[in-house]
């Protein structure tokens, strides 16, 4: 950590005191006035059955909206591209299938970015999706899973399914002042799921509390279903191993050590939304918790890794949509070949979508594999190792290994050769800003979205959970969410803290 570092960071150790949060209850109340308003403003659900004005249907125990990549039976699932307009689904995604086996009612399909695309929830063929918090002018969603962070803060579901690749669901949820939730990769089933990156796509889980989350992986024994269908689904036996591994039960907060990665806090980090950085982690520590600086130096590469890794994935996924195999085909239907294929590819993809096909095709590219592929998956290592060396738990998918002193020259300091400070949880911002006008976006380049995921990225390239809990300062009236990132596997206890925080921010 850099001396000019500390030195912002310490300047906004603030008083917990000096900064007043707001109780979400009464927030929702305040909301609800407004709500058919907002309901038909807001653009969140692209088909539905009459289920969904039914709040007290007694033949189900919860209400769960289902993002547009997620399979469904009897919905279509379109991924808000024009390419798959009123595609149904033959079969159904196993989440929705083991959420309906605990008495969920699926009460619509909600709108998203294409194929998981973007960071606003804009890039649809639907149209874009409105904040529910949005007074005057239309504020972002957030994306790619803007829909059903919607639905969740209507209260149009209890519980609703997005997709998160690179903060898809983390970043809704910080927009629009929901609980957002990225669980270990592999921990839930992805078959049924339209790939965007197969290895960063997660099923990922929003609602009002990070308790109602826990209380459907955990105590319905979700995380322990292993499905056979999914190649990246953790096997029986690694559950088994992992569940062994790490700790169930969250501590008392005088024996939580989190840290505060010094990387996260950059220039272009919103002021408010430094002061509510500084004030939750002086008011967990005024509760017991111990606060510390880390340092993770592979977040200045992580973002550009991340989009290398991911577009090269998605040109490969998105190859078998071509008016043959999948998708509408083009106004020359009767074409064959190659104009065929682009005909249905340009007419039936949009803009982003075909920016991220490009770009990963270029990467891929026998002259530019090994200057951008091959270096984004080494620096993908890096960033688990980094996240491995500051967890105190043990990453339970590794075996252990003897400690190596190959690296400890004579010349280190003595701090460096004691090691970092091991922590159970890491705090930081879920988004640097707040959500910006949707008249705004039209003027904004891609790499401007593309920076907002920042923060979200690391944890999706590690594999590792996180969690967005939204907190409420006086001093603005939209949310600021705080992301929880935790070792591998340990998402019980990462919710818990999650609860923990939400119970202190609004104590």
Not at 164 to 174: E, K, N, Y
Request: proline share 6%.
């Amino acid at each position: 950590m850099t001396a000019a570092t500390m030195r912002r960071w310490a300047s906004c150790r603030v008083d917990s005191n000096r900064i007043l949060f707001r109780n979400p209850a009464s927030l929702r109340r305040l909301f609800a006035s407004s709500r058919a308003v907002r309901l038909s403003a807001c653009n969140h659900f692209v088909s539905h059955d009459d289920t969904i004005a039914n709040k007290a249907n007694k033949n189900t125990n919860f209400r769960v909206a289902v993002k547009d990549n997620i399979a469904t039976a009897g919905l279509p699932t379109q991924c808000a591209s024009g390419i798959l307009v009123a595609h149904v689904s033959p079969f159904e995604a196993t989440i929705v299938k083991q959420l309906r086996a605990r008495g969920a009612n699926v009460v619509g399909k909600t709108n998203m970015d294409e194929f998981g695309m973007g960071s606003y929830s804009t890039n649809s063929v639907h149209g874009a999706v409105s904040n529910p918090l949005s007074e005057g002018e239309q504020l972002s969603a957030g994306g790619s899973s803007g829909g059903s962070a919607v639905a969740v803060q209507l209260g149009d579901a209890d519980i609703a399914l997005g997709t998160d690749t690179g903060g898809s669901v983390r970043l809704p949820a910080a927009y629009t002042g929901v609980v957002g939730y990225k669980p270990s990769y592999g921990l839930l089933s992805r078959y049924g799921v339209v790939p965007y990156a197969n290895s960063l796509d997660t099923v990922g889980i929003l609602a009002r509390d990070a308790s109602a989350i826990s209380d459907l992986v955990f105590n319905t024994g979700l995380y322990m279903e292993h499905d056979p269908s999914d190649p990246t689904s953790l096997s029986q036996k690694a559950r088994q191993r992992c569940a062994k591994a790490s700790p169930s039960q969250l501590p008392p907060l005088r024996d939580v050590t989190i840290g505060i990665p010094a990387e996260y806090n950059i220039e272009e980090l919103d002021p408010t939304v430094r002061e509510v950085w500084a004030a939750t982690a002086s008011s967990l520590e005024s509760h017991g918790a111990r606060i510390v600086p880390v340092s993770l130096p592979s977040t200045k590469e992580a973002l550009c890794a991340y989009y290398v890794l991911a577009p090269a994935e998605a040109s490969s996924n998105l190859a078998k949509y071509d008016g043959v195999r999948y998708g509408v085909r083009g106004a020359n239907g009767d074409a064959a070949g190659d104009t065929l294929y682009s005909e249905a590819r340009g007419s039936g993809f949009g803009e982003e979508v075909k920016r991220r096909i490009l770009l990963g095709t270029y990467s891929l590219s026998s002259e530019a594999i090994d200057n951008y592929f091959i270096q984004a998956q080494k620096v993908r290592r890096r960033v688990q190792q980094d996240f491995d060396r500051v967890f105190g738990l043990e990453n339970p998918l590794y075996e252990p290994r003897q400690f190596d002193l190959s690296e400890m020259s004579a010349d280190l300091e003595l701090a460096d050769k004691r090691g970092p400070v091991q922590v159970d949880f890491l705090l930081c911002p879920t988004a640097p800003s707040f959500p910006p006008k949707l008249m705004d976006l039209e003027s904004k380049s891609s790499v401007d979205a593309y920076t907002n995921d920042v923060f979200t990225v690391p944890a999706s390239l590690a594999g590792l959970p996180a969690v967005s809990v939204p907190l409420w300062p006086e001093q603005s009236r939209l949310p600021v969410g705080m992301q929880l990132i935790a070792q591998y596997w340990d998402d019980q206890r990462l919710l818990s803290m999650a609860s923990k925080l939400q119970e202190v921010m609004s104590s």
